[in-house]
Structure formats: C-alpha cells, structure tokens
C-alpha cells in the first residue's frame, strides 16, 4: 500500500493505492469522519459490487460517456434533495471515469459545496479523471465544457475491480499511463516496454507501481498548477487531435488518445524536437499494448471539432509536443498550421523515417 498527498487551492486529496476497499470494514465511514454517506454509482458497478458498500443510500447514475450531462446532474440533485442531504452530509463516488466526474461535480455545486471521495473502479479512472480535481460534464457535443476544481478528500485505488473490466477498459487506462511516462517519466516508459506481459496480466504488484508513478507525475502537474493556466495543459498530450477523433470517428478515449499522442510526437519530429527513433519506440509501445497508432480518418470533420476544442483561444491552440521522451513543452500554433500538416500525421507508420 502507498499514498500520495495532493495539495492544491481547491483542497487537499490523499490519495492511497492497494488498500483492499470494500474489505476493510470501516475504512470508508472513518475517512467520511462519521459524516451520513450518499454514494453515487452506475447500475453495473452496483451489480457487481454494490453488496460491500458502506451502508449508505446509492444514488444510481447510467453508464457511459453519454450520461456525462446536466441532465444526470440534475436527476442527481434531485435525489439529494430527496434523501434531505444537508451541510453534514459526505459524497462517495464509486465507479469509472462518469461517475467520478458526475459525483465530484454534483458534490462540488450542491449546497455550494459538500466534501467528497472518490473511489475509482477502472484503470483510466484511477491514473486520470479520479484524480485532480476536475469535476465535470460535456455539453452541446464539447466535452466537459461546465465544471468545476474542487478536490476529493481521498481516493482509493483499488486494483482487484480492474479485473473485472473488459480488456479495452484497461487499454483505455494504459493510454493515459503512457502520455504520463511521455510527458514526465522516462523509467515509466522503460518499465511499460520491459514488463508489459505482467502488466496486462493485471498482476497488482506492478499495476500498483505504474499507476504510482503515474499519479506521481501527475499530481506534480496539478499541484504546481490545478487550474491549468499553464503548466497543467501538460496532461493534454494527444488529447487536441485525440478529442477530435473521439467525437467523430466512435472510437474509445484510449484509442482516440493513443493516435492523437502519435501525431503530436510526428509534429514534434517536424518541429526538430523529438528523433525518428524515439517517434518509432512510442509506435511500438502503444502497438505493444494493442492500442492503435493511426487510422483513416475523415479530415473535415476531425478538423471541425478541433476548430470546436474549447481551450482554443481565437485562431490558437495551445498544443502539446514532446521536447525528447519524457518531456514536454506547450507551444501556442494556429489551427491553420494544423490543417496544413494534418496530413502528414495521418500516416500510417511505414512513411515514418
Ligand atoms: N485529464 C487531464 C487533467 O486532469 O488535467
């Protein structure tokens, strides 16, 4: 078991890894400091392990991105208000990536603020939406266009509920391992290529490992800027041209990610920042662990949304590119300059070098 402590303007976060959750009898109601406990969830989560939450209401959300709206929110709210939650009460969020965002936003907002935890049952959760403190929901097809910074109290991370996802879940979290081993990690990167079968096994001793030094770059990140007016968009890598094809070609976070971080480590090979075989180790590795590294895309529509992003700021966006492996650098381009070379991204891998 280890833990790290996040400290940002929005709130202190512990956050503890490998703690059997729902097997400590307790744990959750003392972390909650005896507070009456409202958990959010999804109705798959609930199935599956509903029968070891704390003894509390459940409010059940939908499963899925699509259920990331004000519209949930609003039915959330609705069952606060009728489960009388008042300044004392305690918000537990338990399942993926949704309901992490869901719970901490609901929390953040009602009563103009109840403390909340989080405890994280899919990988991508885990190393990303459950920590930081981004609490948020899309709107109009943009993607977490209304939210709030407010950290959880805790979050636990619990390895034994990844073995219940379905493989592309747990991909979908090594894609966000990977952009924080690219970013800020080079023993990350060299520890993902050596021990990738163990990995993907699930054993929780070195998923343990890569999600502590995940978190460990992250929590630098946000501790040093939580409301990402600089250094934070450092956690975007591959997310401009990855939210993109996200929202228009179907294709999951990790996937969509995984492409987005290969053409932004090409961008960076043109820009002269990052060698032909360092561009080649990040194709290999995102391979290597059954993720894709291009697609045919339809350029109109991906450069539409792009020109949608939301951190975009009149003709710029503030793009993420890999100034060598395991470090990165945000550089103000203009969206013209990416329809420009968009192509040349797009390559599939033999017309690298
Ligand atoms: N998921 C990116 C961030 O937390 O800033």
Redesign the pocket.
Known sequence: MRSIELQAAGGTSRITLGLPVTSVPNLIPELCQGRRITVITDGEVYALHGDRFPECNAVKIGEGEKGKTLETVHRVYEAFLSLDLDRSSFIVGIGGGVVCDIAGFAASTYLRGLPFGLVPTTLLAQV??GV?G?NGVNFHGYKNLIGTFSQPQFVLCDFRFLKTLPMAEVRNGLAEVIKHALIGDRDLLSRLETERERILSLREDIIEEIVYASLEA?VGI?SRDEK?GGE?RK??FG?TFGHAIEKTMGLSHGESVSIGMVMAAKLSMAMGLLAVHDVRRIQDMIEGYGLPTATALDKESVIDALGKDKKREDEDIHFVLLDGIGAARIERLKLQELVEVFDDLCEHRRAVG
Do not use: F, I, M, S
Request: glycine share 10%; net charge positive; aromatic share 0%.
């Open positions: 990303d939406a930081g981004k992250k946000v990402e934070r956690l975007n997310h």
